[in-house]
């Protein structure tokens, strides 16, 4: 089991729904990120969260909106989401921003229908 | 090019034997590698952290980093079925203020046959 913890493990969503994933650490760690994966790739970077405020946006669609309500807890809210958007999203979190090593939760499996 | 390159693989090895991965990256300023071990439909997992050109080993597994050659290896001694799995290489610069971004190698896939 992994210290970054995701929920849920898998979510299968219509186009015009709105869903969230959620993603929770306690090790007292103060940059959280969200990445995407797709099969055989490696995770692309979405979001950076450095002491609860947003510091990378790697130009993400308008469609997925993260939420960091306190250190522990990040969120990413999902709506209107194309096929394209089905993958694995991955939650991350470092002691903080300054090249400590990210550590992985085990993913949301995301399906689009 | 990529900033950051590794083959892909597959890397068949029998039970036992040494595994040897790298990387090769173009940044300079990449100062902290990092290399992830993931199984198929899990998150990747921390192996190694290293900062500095030099060795540092930990059980089984051994990191080396060269600077100058913007080369990085990671090797697994007496391989186990058990380490049969995706690699992935990462490095990231120091940003200051902004967050840690990492950027990966492709991964190698590697199959540890009984």
């Known amino acids: 089991d992994t210290e970054v913890t995701q929920t849920p493990k898998h979510l299968v969503m219509g186009m015009t729904n709105k869903k969230s994933l959620k993603c929770e650490q306690h090790?007292?760690?103060?940059?959280m990120y969200w990445y995407k994966q797709k099969a055989k790739k490696p995770p692309e970077l979405m979001f950076v969260y450095s002491y609860e405020k947003l510091s990378i946006n790697e130009s993400v669609p308008s469609r997925f909106s993260p939420e960091c309500p306190n250190s522990s807890l990040l969120n990413l809210h999902l709506h209107a989401l194309q096929p394209e958007d089905s993958a694995l999203y991955l939650c991350?979190?470092?002691?903080?921003?300054?090249?400590?090593?990210?550590?992985f939760g085990d993913g949301t499996r995301l399906s689009i229908l | 090019q990529k900033e950051v390159e590794q083959d892909p693989g597959p890397l068949s090895v029998p039970e036992g034997a040494i595994v040897s991965l790298n990387c090769t990256y173009s940044n300079s300023a990449f100062q902290y590698f990092m290399w992830y071990r993931q199984y198929s439909r899990k998150g990747p997992e921390l192996l190694m952290y290293?900062?500095?050109?030099g060795n540092k080993e930990d059980g089984r597994f051994t990191a080396q980093v060269d600077k100058s050659s913007k080369y990085i290896s990671l090797f697994i001694r007496d391989s186990q079925p058990s380490d049969s799995a995706t690699y992935l290489c990462a490095m990231s610069a120091i940003i200051k203020a902004a967050g840690n971004k990492l950027t990966f190698g492709g991964g190698t896939r590697v199959l540890v046959k009984p």
């Open positions: 991350a979190s470092s002691q903080d921003g300054t090249g400590q090593p990210q550590h």
């Open positions: 090790m007292g760690h103060r940059a």
């Open positions: 290293t900062y500095s050109s």
